[in-house]
């Protein structure tokens, strides 16, 4: 014990005595800038416009705070027996939804996958009253093997906007094999 005492001892002094020594080192002036020759002032530039920016929609947590929207998710998920929990509850990382008029129904677009297993992706269709969905499990097969499941039984025209969805998301795995 009395070593172990002796020994910290020593290094609280040692580092006293480097903090003093740099500690009290004169400061080397800064370097000054040359002089530059006179300039010719010449007409002030254009302000360039700003780059107008991607509007945002609504992340899926954000839409399901709406009790329409969210007894509507409830109905679609429920249509499948077994649907995990993170897709019965929307939980996950997502990017915003875009808006989409399908047969001339609006509905908020986007997908979302399972925390830390993104390949583990579900795409939907969120409506006022109606939701649709696809899900998709990259991370378990090759992208060409994946099966999607549907979920809310789609209509034609709603199962081909998920359809294309799910599809481009296949070319991009693909892409990264």
């Known amino acids: 014990m009395k070593t172990r005492l002796a020994t910290l001892t020593a290094c609280v002094a040692a580092i006293a005595l480097l903090s003093g020594c740099f500690g009290s080192a004169e400061k080397a002036p800064a370097p000054q800038p040359e002089a530059q020759p006179a300039q010719t002032q010449s007409a002030p530039e254009p302000a360039a416009e700003?780059?107008?920016?991607?509007?945002?929609?609504?992340?899926?947590?954000?839409?399901?705070?709406?009790?329409?929207?969210?007894?509507?998710?409830?109905?679609?998920?429920?249509?499948?027996?077994?649907?995990?929990?993170?897709?019965?509850?929307?939980?996950?990382?997502?990017?915003?939804?875009?808006?989409?008029?399908?047969?001339?129904?609006?509905?908020?677009?986007?997908?979302?996958?399972?925390?830390?297993?993104?390949p583990n992706t579900f795409f939907f269709l969120l409506g006022e009253t109606k939701a649709y969905g696809l899900h998709a499990n990259f991370a378990n097969d090759k992208p060409a093997k994946v099966r999607p499941v549907y979920y809310g039984a789609p209509p034609a025209a709603e199962k081909a906007a998920l359809r294309e969805a799910f599809e481009a998301e296949r070319e991009r795995q693909m892409a990264d094999e």
């Open 50 to 118: 700003p780059a107008a920016a991607e509007p945002e929609g609504p992340y899926l947590y954000n839409l399901l705070e709406d009790q329409p929207a969210k007894k509507a998710w409830a109905r679609m998920t429920a249509s499948r027996k077994g649907a995990p929990a993170w897709i019965r509850k929307g939980e996950g990382p997502t990017s915003p939804a875009e808006e989409a008029l399908i047969n001339g129904k609006r509905y908020w677009q986007g997908s979302v996958c399972e925390q830390h297993n993104c």
